[in-house]
């Protein structure tokens, strides 16, 4: 079992940047891909970034690369997103995800722990 907690969400003005953390409890922390996905009112939950167990590959939505970057500290059993040049359109909840290696990291649906999401809010 995998328990995520972020941190790291605010208030900031476009063009700011924010670092979110995703705390991760558990010795199968490796064992999982680890990602970001976001979801504003009234929208659904979509794919921000993924980073594969050993960090060595991460992925991102169109949206945000360039802008945001994903690491991962497995030492410390953390996930952290950059967020840099941040726009109002960036503004949403932002949850924590962790997938199991086999299964689709950029999928909802096939994630198999969620944190408890942390508001970012970008103001214009």
């Known amino acids: 079992q995998v328990q995520l907690v972020e941190s790291g969400g605010g208030l900031v003005q476009a063009g700011g940047s924010l670092r979110l953390s995703c705390a991760a409890s558990g010795r199968t922390f490796s064992t999982y891909v680890m990602g970001w996905f976001r979801q504003a009112p009234g929208k659904e939950r979509e794919f921000v970034a993924a980073i594969s167990y050993s960090g060595g590959s991460t992925y991102y939505a169109d949206s945000v690369k360039g802008r945001f970057a994903i690491s991962r500290d497995n030492a410390k059993n953390t996930v952290y997103l950059q967020m840099n040049s941040l726009k109002p359109e960036d503004t949403a909840v932002y949850y924590c995800?962790?997938?199991?290696?086999?299964?689709?990291?950029?999928?909802?649906?096939?994630?198999?722990?969620w944190g408890q999401g942390t508001q970012v809010t970008v103001s214009s």
């Open positions: 995800a962790a997938t199991y290696y086999s299964r689709s990291y950029s999928r909802p649906d096939e994630v198999d722990y």
